[in-house]
């Protein structure tokens, strides 16, 4: 599973418990705390019409007085108020008074005159001087049908004369509840919605930044050139760096060895063979053989000398990230040049060289590094054309590029070594002179082309012979 994914549900998880925890509890709360609300209004209901029963209820007259036609006209009102969202049309609360013996004898709804409230609990602890208030289902098993009872002292002159209490029924404080339940429960969506649309937008910001470096390390690890990524976040920019720098440090100590063993390699077969030639030489051999030894000697030390400036050349090039010395050069000029230059070598394989300019082109570009790769290619070409035969070398535009092709008339390259022409040390033997390359001058004309945003190919032509191009982007 995707580490964003897992820590996506990971937060999400935990956020969905801490909202659920809190859910839960506020609904289990909600209703306990709407009925403690309820009865601590109830508490200063009951003693304030407690107050005001007190005279009838010492004159006798609890069911014509002041206090019963009041209540009863109360009772008669319509509030029309809107709490929260919820309405309110009618007066809903019960009074019911009872003589100091718990002898009801008052009831605002006319059910319980006469009755022995004395063992109810909101009675007998009001009589005992305590606090009295109860709950009572009118249906026994529904919770709905319960009513809350408060009662207060009826005191006159002094004198206890009976108990006053208030009925509410929970019915009517249960809109409210239902009404903060939802009000609740779609704060909660809301909540966890957020939480989610947070938790998508954080992981697709990780996900985002992981990828980047995934990428950039798969890239690397591929040998392609790509750069760190340096956005989404501190952490994961010190990351790309480390990784930027890990990379440099273990492509220069890979470079190294691979360079000093390639070196080693290559340099093997001349030195074995001076080393040779020098043992000859010491035995004082024949006049023929001294000078033949001695232009071993000499041939083999010229090879030396160049597989290490070519080397030391491509080692350069390889570092570099962009030309050190950018000038306008014309194309067409320089491969005149290069021509001009190889004239001898191709006098003496006997080999004719055209040059077709299509058009004047500018590219730009360090002129001593593509002078040298265009002599690369050419020397590549000589050396595997046959004795007599013809070089064709064309300039011309390609969309928005300047293009060098160089065609021999040789064999052309074996199908198995195409894809590795453009590699260092890859050796292919010259038909002419039967000696191998060393496969640094190709591998330079790659290295050039890359620095300076174009590229080299390589393929057997379907005429015959080989085709070597450079495309380079135009001035």
Do not use: C
């Given at each position: 599973m995707n580490i964003s994914v897992r820590l996506f549900i990971g937060y999400f998880l935990i956020v969905g418990l801490a909202a659920w925890f809190v859910l839960n509890i506020f609904m289990r709360e909600a209703e306990p705390g709407i009925r403690q609300a309820t009865e601590e209004t109830l508490v200063d209901t009951a003693h304030v019409l407690a107050e005001?029963?007190?005279?009838?209820?010492?004159?006798?007259?609890?069911?014509?007085?002041?206090?019963?036609?009041?209540?009863?006209?109360?009772?008669?009102?319509?509030?029309?108020?809107?709490?929260?969202?919820?309405?309110?049309?009618?007066?809903?609360?019960?009074?019911?008074?009872?003589?100091?013996?718990?002898?009801?004898?008052?009831?605002?709804?006319?059910?319980?005159?006469?009755?022995?409230?004395?063992?109810?609990?909101?009675?007998?602890?009001?009589?005992?001087?305590?606090?009295?208030?109860?709950?009572?289902?009118?249906?026994?098993?529904?919770?709905s049908s319960s009513v809350m009872y408060v009662a207060a002292p009826v005191h006159y002159q002094g004198r206890l004369l009976g108990v006053l209490s208030v009925a509410k029924p929970l019915s009517s404080v249960l809109p409210y509840v239902g009404h903060a339940e939802q009000r609740v429960k779609r704060a909660g969506y809301i909540l966890l919605a957020a939480s989610a649309l947070i938790?998508?937008?954080?992981?697709?910001?990780?996900?985002?930044?992981?990828?980047?470096?995934?990428?950039?390390?798969?890239?690397?690890?591929?040998?392609?050139?790509?750069?760190?990524?340096?956005?989404?976040?501190?952490?994961?920019?010190?990351?790309?760096?480390?990784?930027?720098?890990?990379?440099?440090?273990?492509?220069?100590?890979?470079?190294?060895?691979?360079?000093?063993?390639?070196?080693?390699?290559?340099?093997?077969?001349?030195?074995?063979?001076?080393?040779?030639?020098?043992?000859?030489?010491?035995?004082?051999?024949?006049?023929?053989?001294?000078?033949?030894?001695?232009?071993?000697?000499?041939?083999?030390?010229?090879?030396?000398?160049?597989?290490?400036?070519?080397?030391?050349?491509?080692?350069?090039?390889?570092?570099?990230?962009?030309?050190?010395?950018?000038?306008?050069?014309?194309?067409?000029?320089?491969?005149?040049c290069c021509v001009d230059e190889r004239s001898l070598s191709l006098q003496a394989r006997r080999l004719s060289c055209s040059l077709v300019i299509g058009e004047p082109l500018d590219v730009r570009g360090d002129p001593?590094?593509?002078?040298?790769?265009?002599?690369?290619?050419?020397?590549?070409?000589?050396?595997?054309?046959?004795?007599?035969?013809?070089?064709?070398?064309?300039?011309?535009r390609r969309d928005q590029r300047a293009e060098v092709s160089l065609r021999d008339h040789g064999n052309g390259a074996p199908d198995y070594a195409l894809p590795q022409v453009f590699d260092r040390f890859y050796s292919l033997a010259s038909p002419a002179s039967g000696k191998k390359s060393s496969g640094l001058g190709l591998a330079l004309v790659r290295e050039v082309a890359r620095l300076h945003g174009g590229e080299a190919d390589f393929a057997n032509h379907p005429e015959g012979g080989a085709l070597a191009r450079l495309l380079l982007p135009l001035a």
């Open positions: 005001l029963a007190a005279p009838d209820l010492a004159s006798g007259r609890m069911a014509d007085g002041e206090f019963a036609r009041a209540l009863a006209a109360a009772r008669q009102r319509s509030p029309q108020a809107s709490i929260w969202g919820v309405q309110k049309d009618r007066i809903d609360f019960r009074v019911y008074i009872t003589d100091d013996l718990g002898r009801v004898v008052f009831d605002s709804e006319g059910l319980a005159l006469g009755a022995d409230y004395s063992q109810w609990r909101d009675v007998a602890r009001v009589l005992k001087g305590e606090y009295g208030a109860r709950s009572t289902r009118a249906q026994a098993g529904d919770a938790g998508v937008v954080f992981s697709a910001w990780l996900s985002w930044s992981i990828n980047r470096l995934r990428i950039y390390a798969r890239e690397v690890s591929e040998g392609r050139q790509a750069d760190p990524p340096t956005s989404g976040g501190r952490q994961f920019s010190e990351l790309a760096r480390a990784l930027a720098l890990m990379r440099e440090r273990l492509e220069g100590k890979q470079y190294v060895e691979r360079y000093v063993q390639n070196l080693a390699h290559e340099m093997k077969s001349p030195l074995s063979a001076i080393i040779g030639a020098a043992e000859i030489l010491e035995g004082h051999p024949a006049d023929d053989d001294r000078r033949r030894f001695a232009i071993s000697v000499g041939e083999q030390a010229r090879r030396l000398q160049g597989i290490i400036e070519r080397m030391l050349m491509l080692a350069r090039v390889e570092q570099l990230q962009a030309p050190e010395d950018a000038v306008q050069v014309d194309l067409g000029g320089l491969l005149q001593f590094l593509l002078r040298q790769a265009l002599l690369n290619l050419l020397d590549n070409a000589i050396a595997f054309s046959p004795a007599g035969g013809d070089i064709e070398i064309a300039l011309q």
